[in-house]
């Protein structure tokens, strides 16, 4: 089986990860932690939609680009990369497509023009309800249609203060009985997923040029053997997890029968290699890597902050076990 995406993804997502370098540097990132900032600045809300991002899964009826999640996973690994704060990912992966197979045409095409911000949300939680004009919420399997105004939110508290979750409960709405609302949970997930691998590439990328320069004991910390090994080991487990994400983007993108045991192992893959990759840069940078003042906090928070999102591992690991246990 061949899952491996084409040229076209490869340069969307290369040229994703150039605007995010220059657009979404930690700087941007940071600020987003502030009281009141907006969950992403606007121009760079409006790059993403403007590149096609935000529309990448909607035809191109609906002015989307009509590519398959097997292309976005790619540019959502830039966004972990990028630590890209906002309902971007969701944005793309979930809402977009949910919006279509609901046949809500119109507000599918303001989503992927990034006209409308949709706010997810499943399980009795949402994120981003502040500036949305309209949010999908999953109650008892089936996704709802909800004017965010008539939502009754409790914020959480998250360790990522990027991240506006709240507990969420609405009494009007509209059922949307065409979109598929575990489907909706999947994709959700995968964009987790994918998003952690990018975080985990980043936090690598970081601690190794830290490596090279910081010395101690008259050479490079990174001319120890010990150092060597932990960001090798980190190094192994994403080269692990990145398959098992574009294996499950091809299953979601084709609706294999198999779609949601290979979307958990993809999460829990994915959570493992970010989180390895997290322990390895904290334990390289020593006490600088706690300290709020530089930037790693910021991959690393949200890191833990994406593993417990669609699903923790588990959840996935459960899921997991019944696809074994109940397969042919």
């Known amino acids: ?36 900032a907006p969950a992403v600045p606007a121009e760079l809300w409006d790059r993403l939609s403007e590149m096609g991002v935000l529309g990448a899964l909607a035809p191109e009826s609906v002015g989307g680009l009509g590519v398959d999640e097997v292309d976005l996973v790619l540019v959502l690994e830039e966004a972990g990369r990028a630590a890209l704060p906002g309902p971007a990912p969701e944005q793309a992966m979930v809402a977009v497509p949910a919006l279509v197979e609901a046949g809500r ?80 949970f999947d994709r959700g997930a995968l964009a987790g997923a994918a998003q952690l691998v990018g975080l985990g590439a980043a936090m690598l990328e970081v601690t190794v040029a830290y490596a090279k320069e910081r010395r101690q004991f008259g050479a490079p910390i990174g001319s120890f053997q010990a150092v060597k090994h932990q960001l090798a080991d980190a190094l192994l487990a994403l080269e692990h997890a990145r398959p098992a994400v574009l294996r499950a983007a091809d299953s979601v993108a084709r609706r294999r029968p198999e779609r949601a045991r290979d979307v958990s ?23 600088i890597g706690y300290s709020f003042e530089h930037d790693l906090h910021l991959w690393l928070k949200r890191t833990w902050a994406l593993a417990a999102a669609w699903g923790d591992a588990a959840l996935h690991l459960e899921r997991v076990a019944r696809a074994v246990v109940d397969a042919p």
């Open 105 to 184: 045409d119109d507000d599918a095409a303001r989503a992927a023009s990034g006209d409308l911000v949709v706010a997810v949300g499943s399980g009795g939680t949402a994120a981003w309800l502040d500036g949305a004009g309209l949010a999908l919420l999953e109650r008892d399997g089936t996704l709802w249609a909800v004017d965010p105004a008539t939502v009754e939110a409790t914020p959480r508290p998250s360790v990522d203060r990027s991240r506006r979750g709240a507990d969420v409960t609405w009494s009007q709405g509209t059922p949307l009985p065409t979109a598929d609302a575990a489907l909706a």
């Open 1 to 36: 089986m061949r899952f491996a995406p084409g040229d076209d993804a490869l340069l969307f997502a290369s040229t994703v990860r150039d605007l995010l370098t220059k657009e979404c540097p930690p700087e941007v990132v940071r600020a987003t932690w502030e009281p009141g």
């Open 265 to 287: 192992m993809a999460k829990v893959l994915a959570d493992g290699a970010a989180t390895r990759a997290g322990r390895a840069a904290l334990q390289c940078h020593g006490a």
